[in-house]
């Protein structure tokens, strides 16, 4: 079962491999989901969410009260809130009766729940292992390591900071919302229904929080990181991408595209740039707006290629106008298809347009939108093994886009060539059962303990 809130087309192919060999999977998630795990021919269950009460919504109830009081009615109501939906939530996972959940990682704390009822849990993540490996840097640093002494250290430097900066956070948030925090208030529940958790939370990582003593899947492929010795009970097993899932196209307008491109490729001297901040474009819209601007000049400067622009819904077009010749703005294109037909992509770095770029054999220039998540490490990763090149959203100008485009171009036999030969060791993967015998693994050891 996969309580799916990560990259859905890779726990999709995942869930699809498992049933087509002989395993009962149920998915659960978003709503949202439900359509597109129906019609793969999988078993969908809504599930009631495991929640706690918001904090805005409690503020009330602490006012003219003395700062024991307000701790005492906040715990006391959100555990009370979530003991609630933990008992309705228990009642739509129980008739199915999972062998193994495969919760995603960003949902960790939840695990606590299924063990509560006796169900093994391990974690399945689309982000390189997020915990602590010596000598590579949080994924969300840019840092490219050499392996060097020197590169050892900083690297152990820029774990210190990770460690510091959310421990700091955990104690001043613990302050300020007077020990009402969410791990505080699951590790209270937990306690109170006999799971123990306090010791098992893991904070030093590059993600989010975790807990000790799970194994992980992986998807992120093994061949797109940094070498070192994998950690026991992590086992990857990425890219499990679908690369012929859009079908046929038939939007008119992506149809004038396309013959457009065929024209280009009249020209020697043309190339196809497909640039694209992803699907959470929207979510820091002032950056990629100003982003944008800079494309269209990058357009404007390079007038023999051919620039396809992707904004997502959010972005108002019109700041566009009046657009160049050589450049066309869509919100969204089928980005699988369009990449097989184009030379560079401008991406932010999210793993599924890296997978795909390398799937397609497409060179990248990278600029990650945020340092929250895996694109900063996945830039230092693209740089390390020779798939592109990147730079700095908030400070590269349209000057200094048009020339590492060009860069990208000058050197172009290069990185086309190592592109290929990472598509090589996707597709070994990507067309792997291993999977299987992964899950079989562990439930045989589940069964076992």
Request: net charge positive; aromatic share 8%; with cysteine.
């Amino acid at each position: 079962m996969f309580p799916a809130n990560g990259h859905y087309s890779a726990i999709l192919k995942l869930a699809k491999v498992l049933d087509n060999n002989g395993l009962h999977v149920v998915v659960s998630g978003d709503i949202e989901f439900k359509q597109r795990v129906e019609k793969q021919g999988l078993e969908y269950l809504t599930a009631n969410p495991l929640l706690l009460i918001p904090q805005k919504s409690l503020k009330k109830l602490g006012q003219k009260r003395s700062l024991f009081q307000k701790k005492t009615i906040y715990v006391s109501k959100r555990k009370e809130e979530w003991m609630e939906n933990l008992e309705r939530w228990e009642a739509s996972i129980l008739p199915i009766d999972p062998s193994l959940v495969l919760l995603d990682e960003q949902n960790a704390l939840k695990a606590g729940a299924y063990m509560s009822l006796g169900i093994p849990v391990a974690f399945f993540q689309t982000k390189p292992d997020t915990r602590k490996i010596n000598g590579i840097p949080p994924f969300t640093c840019y840092f490219v390591p050499q392996f060097t002494a020197i590169s050892n250290w900083y690297s152990c430097f820029l774990w210190l900071i990770k460690e510091i900066k959310p421990r700091c956070k955990q104690q001043l948030r613990k302050l300020k919302l007077i020990g009402t925090d969410d791990i505080t208030v699951y590790l209270s529940a937990y306690k109170e229904i006999g799971i123990a958790l306090s010791n098992r939370i893991d904070i030093i990582r590059s993600f989010g929080i975790g807990i000790k003593g799970l194994s992980r899947i992986v998807v992120s492929p093994a061949p797109f990181d940094f070498p070192h010795d994998e950690v026991p009970s992590v086992y990857r097993v990425g890219p499990l991408v679908d690369i012929r899932r859009e079908g046929k196209i038939d939007q008119p307008r992506y149809q004038i595209l396309i013959k457009n491109i065929e024209k280009h490729r009249e020209n020697p001297k043309s190339r196809i740039i497909y640039a694209s901040m992803g699907t959470i474009s929207g979510q820091d819209l002032p950056r990629c707006t100003r982003f944008f601007l800079r494309m269209e000049k990058v357009a404007r400067m390079n007038p023999d290629s051919l620039f396809v622009l992707a904004t997502g819904k959010a972005f108002d077009i019109n700041l566009l106008l009046p657009l160049p010749n050589n450049l066309m703005v869509f919100e969204t294109v089928p980005q699988v298809d369009l990449l097989q037909k184009c030379d560079i992509m401008v991406t932010h770095g999210g793993m599924n347009s890296i997978t795909e770029c390398v799937f397609c054999e497409v060179p990248m220039l990278v600029y990650p939108l945020s340092r929250k998540w895996d694109q900063p490490g996945n830039s230092a990763r693209v740089v390390y093994l020779g798939l592109g090149l990147r730079g700095r959203i908030e400070r590269d100008s349209a000057k200094t886009i048009s020339r590492k485009i060009n860069l990208l171009i000058d050197n172009y036999p290069n990185y086309k060539d190592n592109v290929l030969k990472m598509k090589q060791k996707f597709e070994e993967k990507n067309n792997s059962t291993e999977i299987v015998t992964i899950i079989e693994s562990l439930l045989s050891n589940s069964t076992k303990n």
